[in-house]
């Protein structure tokens, strides 16, 4: 047995605490749920999703497929010896793939890295719409599995329902109707906590890397997140690293063999269309989004991202450093380290979408406590209204909706103690599943996705802190994430 593994290792579930309110103690032990409202929230998610397939066919420009038949078109002129970098190439591959009567340039760039074209060269062999579906159906059943793994391995009985609402929220939808990669990407960040909670380090930082180099701009915090959650254990934490270290120069150098000279097209190409995305898609999902536009608002938007980066790196030592995050059980250590690092990153992103945003979904599962233990009726209607009510004056004024925007987050800020971990987490769960969905509609100048995305945030870094807190012997009220047992390593643990 290697060096420090002969203490008992600990499978941590997340236990359904009992809130400091008598009645969502009473109905924690009878196990129930704000039905009403949450049903509320489920047939608008199911309403829209049926609303949004329907608008989808037939097949429009810039519609239904329209990332993939950029991913397709590069992938065929990599497969033919050129560079899908150079517009003159892929441009005319992309009609060829799906004629549109109508070309927006700008919208279709290939901005990844060169060996992701390559690896796709395989699909160019069937047909553009058999291409798509193919890769559709396996991102949306990879990342279905995935979810609900993870909803099981954290105390959630009914996973089932709760993972096909995931799946039909307008985020992940979109990223299927976009023919993006993003539900493979949260397939890959949910196998690779698992690998690393398992005590797979190495493998966990292949994984981890593999699904960042895929969108290096949304998850580069990914393998150094995973890395300091193996402490305080060096060696599996050196491992990971190494791993992730590893990949990442085997895929990038590979890369180069296969396409010399790519890298630095893919280097340029990306500075280049980075500085002129802001100007042509409003819907972004990160705070800099909502700036851009603004007076001066480049600025701003290039601050809040720096800032963010900042932010993301000081979190990463924290976790690194931090006493009591080091004294947690691997797995709740390994959760909350990752979730709640990588949703500080999305809010101040300069370029992901809503669909990038199921990337937080594994966060927000941790937020609302097994089976929505956390979530009460009142807290969720407030909840609903203020959703409707943000949105309600967005539309009617830019200036309206900012200034509620900034009432309710001072009020929040006033009465955080008072709102408690329920609110917070009614909050998020409910600005996930409804703000992106104001953007189809283009009645706003912006998407209001990025206050979703920092409610989140907040919420996970609330829980976070929640969590690092001392709780008394017997308290079993606090909010915090408990480990429920400890089993002899290589046990079968059970989840309630």
């Known amino acids: 047995m290697p060096p420090g593994r002969d203490r008992i290792a600990r499978v941590t579930v997340l236990v359904p605490s009992q809130g400091t309110d008598r009645r969502e103690s009473e109905r924690t032990r009878r196990g129930g749920r704000p039905r009403l409202a949450l049903g509320i929230l489920a047939v608008l998610v199911l309403c829209f999703a049926a609303f949004s397939a329907s608008r989808m066919f037939p097949p429009q420009s810039y519609g239904l497929a329209d990332?993939?038949?950029?991913?397709?078109?590069?992938?065929?002129?990599?497969?033919?010896?050129?560079?899908?970098?150079?517009?003159?190439?892929?441009?005319?591959?992309?009609?060829?793939?799906?004629?549109?009567?109508?070309?927006?340039?700008?919208?279709?760039?290939f901005a990844n890295l060169p060996v992701v074209a390559w690896l796709l060269q395989p699909l160019t062999a069937l047909p553009f719409w058999a291409s798509y579906v193919l890769a559709a159906a396996l991102g949306m059943i990879a990342a279905a599995?995935?979810?609900?793994?993870?909803?099981?391995?954290?105390?959630?009985?009914?996973?089932?329902?709760?993972?096909?609402?995931?799946?039909?929220?307008?985020?992940?939808?979109?990223?299927v109707y976009s023919g993006q990669f993003?539900?493979?990407?949260?397939?890959?960040?949910?196998?690779?906590?698992?690998?690393?909670?398992?005590?797979?380090?190495?493998?966990?930082?292949?994984?981890?890397?593999?699904?960042?180099?895929?969108?290096?701009?949304?998850?580069?915090?990914?393998?150094?997140?995973?890395?300091?959650?193996?402490?305080?254990?060096?060696?599996?934490?050196?491992?990971?690293?190494?791993a992730a270290v590893a990949t990442a120069?085997?895929?990038?150098?590979?890369?180069?063999?296969?396409?010399?000279?790519?890298?630095?097209?893919?280097?340029?190409?990306?500075?280049?269309?980075?500085?002129?995305?802001?100007?042509?898609?409003?819907d972004l999902s990160g705070l800099p989004g909502m700036f851009a536009h603004l007076p001066g608002g480049g600025v701003v938007a290039a601050a809040v991202t720096a800032l963010g980066g900042l932010a993301t790196l000081g979190f990463v030592g924290y976790w690194a450093l931090n006493r009591t995050a080091l004294a947690l059980a691997p797995d709740t250590r390994t959760a909350l380290g990752v979730c709640a690092g990588l949703a500080l990153w999305l809010v101040a992103t300069p370029y992901a979408h809503p669909n990038d945003d199921v990337l937080l979904f594994p966060m927000l599962a941790l937020v609302v406590g097994a089976d929505a233990v956390h979530l009460r009726q009142r807290d969720?209607?407030?909840?609903?209204?203020?959703?409707?009510?943000?949105?309600?004056?967005?539309?009617?004024?830019?200036?309206a909706g900012s200034v509620l925007t900034l009432a309710a987050a001072a009020a929040l800020w006033r009465r955080w103690d008072s709102i408690g971990r329920g609110g917070v987490a009614a909050a998020a769960l409910v600005a996930i599943a409804i703000l992106p969905m104001a953007w189809p509609f283009h009645v706003l100048v912006a998407s209001l996705t990025p206050l979703a995305v920092l409610l989140i945030a907040v919420a996970g870094m609330s829980l976070v802190h929640r969590t690092l807190q001392p709780a008394s012997a017997g308290d079993f009220t606090s909010p915090r994430l408990t480990p429920l047992w400890g089993v002899p390593e290589g046990g079968t643990p059970q989840l309630v």
Not at 205 to 232: D, N
Not at 272 to 278: D, H, K, L
Not at 380 to 399: D, K, N, Q
């Open 249 to 282: 120069t085997a895929v990038i150098a590979g890369g180069e063999i296969l396409m010399p000279g790519s890298t630095a097209r893919f280097l340029s190409h990306l500075f280049a269309f980075g500085g002129r995305i802001s100007s042509v898609q409003p």
């Open 67 to 109: 990332d993939w038949r950029v991913f397709y078109a590069a992938a065929t002129v990599v497969g033919h010896g050129g560079s899908p970098y150079d517009p003159a190439l892929i441009h005319p591959a992309e009609q060829a793939a799906d004629h549109y009567a109508v070309v927006q340039p700008s919208l279709d760039d």
């Open 182 to 242: 993003d539900l493979l990407l949260l397939a890959l960040a949910i196998s690779a906590m698992a690998l690393s909670m398992r005590r797979h380090p190495g493998l966990a930082g292949a994984v981890c890397t593999s699904a960042a180099l895929i969108k290096p701009h949304i998850l580069w915090p990914l393998p150094l997140l995973l890395a300091v959650s193996q402490l305080p254990d060096r060696r599996d934490a050196a491992r990971c690293a190494a």
């Open 145 to 175: 599995i995935a979810l609900l793994a993870w909803l099981r391995r954290w105390g959630w009985r009914g996973s089932a329902p709760w993972a096909v609402l995931a799946m039909l929220s307008w985020p992940a939808l979109l990223g």
């Open 380 to 399: 969720l209607v407030w909840a609903l209204a203020g959703a409707a009510a943000l949105i309600t004056s967005f539309v009617l004024s830019p200036v």
